[in-house]
């Protein structure tokens, strides 16, 4: 047969970032195919269209004609979320009151869906004792077969699927092989395949000769010694998963037809595709015949791909995880933030005398307990969010989603941390700082999280979150609160709308699924107006907290320096405003690119007031 040389398409996908990472770099078997599989598991699981689930399993199909990703789809419970979409759609399709449009879309997805559980258990020895031992799972594929809607691709591959289910597997006596005797329920079960289908007795032989063929290939003296073994999946055969039982000796499977999706261009194509032999039409051309109903499987529940077997192992991989859990970044910069703010009022007439009697120690337990109470109530955020979280891309691989770690686990992290980070702030800093920190955590878990399923409110309440750190860096220092304080303070309050403005905006459809009520969703010119006006804020404290003499703390220089930042800021957020929305490719340009210069303002403007103030007192 002639190869078949598929045609380019001069269309570009636009592929999520998270799952083209892997393009080109991730080997079967590696973490970073095992990660794409998974993000595909995922996105299959929450996806409502079903243009959108043809086009993911037809490439998860595709992984699973090589053996070895079947291991990790096996792992991902492709197996049983394929079954389930078969077992769904098929009904979809013969139901007499489904609209004719939806019918065929349904039974394409049948189809799509048969094809990769042929190829995976045409490739997965495993698989294979698992469904000799458990025939009840199949039942979806039995029906399949009673099905008068179906193409003939379709039902070759589900006897396809019961041929390999019987025959033998092929290898020499003196490779150790225990078998167990089959119950009754397995031979029962293999029988009436057998009897109920002419096409997969005669499939079994020609597949069986086949193999040994190939053995004999190899081993011609050995197979003359009569030193073969025939070892049946319903005998669980220990020797399992051998080179025979791969691509080279087994019937042709149907390769599933990549379709055009987002997912198309980093998917690895292993095989050219393959459409069934005319043989093998003719071959399996039998009248079908329906099972006894001992063979109806339960229906089963679709849901998100899960990772509990695969429980990181190691101090590096825990703290990883612990990591994630902890939002590093964003730890990060809060930590940054109260670091900056006792950086500049140490320097000020009001520092207090413990902190000069040990600006080391305070400096190190400022940080250190800063960082174990944001780790705290990040963690929390993710125990309270967690089955939100799998339905957007941005945080559908985070720990929790992805099972890494249990909720109970998350739970003991969480508290941990909230203890000692707080016992560190108040024996190292003050009681000011301890109950600042505190009440700050108290304000993230209980009011802004559950807020922001509720009200628009919430970024409001989520930027007083974030302006505290350096109220609590202050009183690290000074032991007090004073005017000083706030200009750190109100400078972080401004900063985060537009950052968070457009940040959400990138993601408003993602937010919107996931149940979240943000303004750019809700009112989205508001939301492009409180980012610009909370630009124009930003650079109006940084002038009006740079009198040296009344605010006690900065220089006018520092005003002056951190101008072309403030300046950058206003421009970016000015197009974020002005952008029409009709226009939609233009307003995310615009966001991304706020978004991206929030990003630098913010340690700019920081660095700048703290050399100035420094500066200033020094020259003073």
């Known amino acids: 047969m002639p190869s078949i040389k598929l045609k380019k398409s001069s269309k570009r996908y636009r592929t999520d970032p998270e799952l083209r990472r892997s393009v080109g770099r991730a080997a079967p078997g590696s973490v970073e195919r095992l990660q794409y599989l998974e993000a595909l598991v995922n996105e299959l699981c929450v996806t409502n269209l079903i243009d959108y689930k043809q086009q993911i399993v037809a490439n998860l199909g595709n992984f699973a004609h090589d053996p070895r990703n079947c291991p990790q789809l096996i792992s991902l419970d492709v197996h049983l979320i394929l079954l389930e979409i078969i077992r769904e759609h098929l009904q979809i399709a013969l139901s007499p009151s489904s609209q004719k449009k939806s019918a065929a879309a349904s039974a394409k997805l049948v189809s799509l869906a048969v094809a990769g559980i042929c190829n995976l258990v045409t490739s997965s020895q495993n698989l294979r004792l698992r469904f000799s031992h458990n025939p009840q799972e199949l039942s ?93 999946a319903s005998q669980h055969c220990s020797n399992t998963d051998m080179s025979l039982s791969n691509n080279s000796s087994r019937l042709t499977s149907t390769m599933v037809v990549p379709l055009a999706s987002q997912f198309a261009p980093s998917t690895t194509v292993f095989e050219q ?17 329906s099972l006894p109903s001992s063979h109806q499987a339960k229906s089963a529940v679709l849901s ?3 990772r509990s077997d695969r429980s990181p192992v190691g101090p590096v991989k825990w703290m990883s995880v612990w990591a994630a859990l902890s939002k590093a970044r964003l730890t990060g910069l809060v930590v940054s933030t109260a670091l900056a703010g006792c950086a500049l009022a140490a320097p000020s007439p009001l520092v207090c005398e413990a902190f000069l009697a040990h600006p080391a120690t305070s400096l190190l337990a400022l940080g250190v307990g800063t960082m174990l109470t944001s780790a705290s109530a990040n963690s929390i955020n993710q125990i309270m969010e967690v089955q939100y ?58 009011v802004y999280t559950p807020l922001k399923r509720v009200s628009q409110v919430n970024t409001w309440v989520g930027s007083l979150v974030g302006a505290i750190p350096p109220l609590m860096g202050w009183a690290a220092a000074t032991g007090s609160l004073h005017t000083g304080s706030l200009v750190l303070a109100c400078l972080l309050y401004a900063w985060q709308f537009p950052h968070f403005m457009s940040l959400s905006w990138l993601a408003r459809r993602e937010y919107a699924q996931a149940g979240y009520v943000m303004t750019a969703n809700v009112t989205p010119q508001r939301a492009r107006a409180a980012a610009l006006r909370h630009s124009l804020l930003a650079s109006l404290i940084c002038f009006l907290g740079a009198g040296g003499e009344s605010a006690g703390q900065v220089s006018w220089s520092g005003g002056l320096a951190a101008a072309p930042f403030n300046a950058m800021l206003v421009y970016y957020a000015m197009r974020f405003y002005s952008t029409p929305l009709e226009n939609a490719g233009a307003v995310c340009s615009a966001a991304r690119g706020l978004f991206r210069v929030s990003l630098l303002h913010l340690p700019a403007v920081m660095t700048v007031l703290l050399v100035c103030s420094h500066c200033g007192f020094a020259t003073g």
Do not use: W
């Open 304 to 306: 998100p791909a899960s």
């Open 273 to 289: 595709p393959t459409n069934p032999s005319l043989e093998l039409r003719r071959l399996f051309s039998l009248n079908l015949v």
């Open 140 to 232: 979806p594929v039995l029906n399949c077969l009673q099905s008068p809607t179906l193409e003939a691709g379709t039902l070759v591959n589900c006897l396809t699927v019961f041929v390999h289910l019987c025959a033998p597997s092929v290898h020499l006596r003196e490779q150790d092989c225990v078998f167990f005797e089959p119950n009754c329920s397995t031979t029962a079960f293999h029988t009436s395949i057998r009897n109920h289908f002419p096409a997969v007795r005669f499939g079994m032989t020609i597949l069986t000769i086949h193999r040994f063929l190939s053995l004999v290939r190899y081993h011609p003296s050995r197979c003359l010694a009569n030193q073969v073994r025939f070892c049946y």
């Open 389 to 446: 979280d799998g339905l957007m891309k941005r945080t559908r691989m985070r720990p929790l989603v992805r099972k890494l770690i249990s909720p109970v686990g998350a739970s003991v992290f969480a508290s941990t941390t909230a203890a000692l980070g707080l016992s560190i702030l108040y024996v190292g800093t003050n009681s000011l700082v301890a109950s600042m920190a505190a009440g700050n955590l108290l304000l993230y878990t209980c």
